[in-house]
């Protein structure tokens, strides 16, 4: 039974960002009755800039919430395959494995399983949210709206952080991810594939539709170079032998690719002025460990169980739900982040992956590890 009572503008709980965090929590709340309004900027479907590899550790989870993935014939990925910048080659069985599934078709199935549920949606931008006499307001452009608790499901960055005053919002941000999808026939479906660049690395696997997914993340330093991403592609990724022959046997599906600027990975904190901090806006996860999708959705679990526990036990205050939302998210989440960097800069380092990657030949198990520190167990 929820504490606070939906009338017109007023809601238990509003969540800010329709991606997957957002729609997890709500797809959750509102399985439990509890009124629900998400505001989210852009309509359903659209792709979005990801490596679209989701990691097994979400599916007992996502069962619990009913979420179906039957509709789609899905890739199962379990194996690894990963290459330095001049093309050496390494090859490995993921333990957990994953499914390749399209942001498009993932997104957009949670929005209609949290409609079905009866969440709200409002496709509109949120300009502000205010927590005054225990309570927040919501602001849109033109309207506002209230409720008991809000979650920050927003992304990775946004004008709200700079209204928010979240401290990363000034630190530079150095990163530009760029997505399209590619008709290649024989790229098998089991395989993830992860190449290294000058200044970044590339991710390849197989999609929902067959088509084969490839996304990038470069440095600004590297690309701006070329400052375009065709030329980039072409000059700095396609140096890499295995990206060479991807691109030159493979058809591009998207008239151009995708690109998004100011990739952040900076700490950030998961509860702030109130709000209840998920996913990347929570703090994103280095592309390359594959499970940035994984974490959110997490996260987005440990806010949904500690929200329906502060509205059930009424002798718990709002500083107790933060205090325990911010202790199980650092528990959970915390040393892979941190393992997450250090990766990344191993892997941009030329010679330090190299010497890595010989080590590895050597002992494959260390792979294995660095996996598992920086993948969770199956949620359930
Ligand atoms: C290059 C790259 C490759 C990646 N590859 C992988 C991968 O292969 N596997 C993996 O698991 N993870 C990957 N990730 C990470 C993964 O994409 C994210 O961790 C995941 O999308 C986080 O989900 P989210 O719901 O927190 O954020 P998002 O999916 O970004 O959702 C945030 C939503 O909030 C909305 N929004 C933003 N501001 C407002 C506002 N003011 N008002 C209303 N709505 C707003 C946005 O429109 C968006 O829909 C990758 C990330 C990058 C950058």
Redesign the pocket.
């Known amino acids: 039974m929820s504490k606070w009572y939906k009338h017109s503008n007023n809601f238990d709980v509003i969540i800010?960002?329709?991606?997957?965090?957002?729609l997890t929590a709500a797809i959750h709340l509102s399985k439990l009755q509890y009124s629900v309004l998400v505001?989210?900027?852009?309509s359903y479907p659209h792709h979005?800039?990801?490596?679209?590899?989701?990691?097994r550790e979400v599916i007992p989870y996502l069962d619990t919430l009913d979420v179906s993935f039957n509709q789609f014939s899905l890739p199962s990925i379990n194996q690894l395959k990963i290459s330095t910048v001049d093309g050496k080659l390494l090859q490995t069985n993921l333990p957990l494995g994953g499914i390749g599934i399209s942001r498009y078709a993932f997104?957009n199935l949670f929005y209609e399983k949290a409609s079905e549920n009866n969440a709200q949606f409002k496709f509109?931008?949120?300009k502000d949210i205010i927590f005054s006499n225990n309570k927040f307001t919501v602001h849109t452009k033109d309207e506002e709206f209230s409720a008991e608790i809000v979650i920050g499901?927003?992304?990775?960055r946004?004008?709200?952080d700079k209204q928010l005053k979240r401290k990363f919002i000034d630190e530079k941000s150095g990163w530009l991810?760029v997505?399209a999808h590619y008709h290649l026939e024989d790229f098998p479906k089991n395989m993830v594939e992860l190449h290294s660049f000058n200044g970044g690395y590339a991710?390849l696997s197989k999609t929902e539709t067959g088509a084969v997914n490839c996304?990038y993340?470069a440095s600004y330093k590297s690309f701006k170079k070329e400052r375009n991403v065709e030329a980039f592609t072409k000059n700095t990724v396609a140096k890499n032998p295995c990206l060479n022959d991807f691109f030159n046997n493979s058809h591009p599906i998207f008239k151009e690719p995708m690109a998004?600027a100011q990739?952040s990975f900076s700490e950030k904190k998961s509860v702030h002025n109130h709000i209840l901090m998920?996913?990347?806006?929570a703090g994103?996860?280095h592309?390359l460990c594959?499970?940035?999708?994984?974490?959110?959705i997490h996260s987005a679990k440990l806010a949904a169980e500690e929200i329906d526990s502060y509205f059930k036990n009424s002798a718990q205050s709002r500083a107790d739900l933060e205090k325990s939302y911010e202790k199980r998210w650092n528990r959970l989440f915390k040393k892979r982040l941190w393992m997450g960097r250090r990766l990344q800069s191993i892997l941009l380092n030329d010679t330090l992956s190299k010497s890595v990657m010989t080590l590895i030949t050597k002992s494959p198990w260390l792979l294995n590890k660095m996996i598992s520190a920086t993948h969770g167990k199956p949620i359930v």
């Open positions: 800010v960002g329709g991606g997957l965090a957002g505001f989210e900027k852009n979005k800039v990801c490596g679209e590899y989701v990691s997104d509109d931008s949120v499901a927003y992304g990775k946004d004008q709200l991810g997505k991710g996304c993340l998004i990739v998920c996913g990347d806006t994103l996860i592309p594959g499970n940035g999708m994984a974490m959110a």
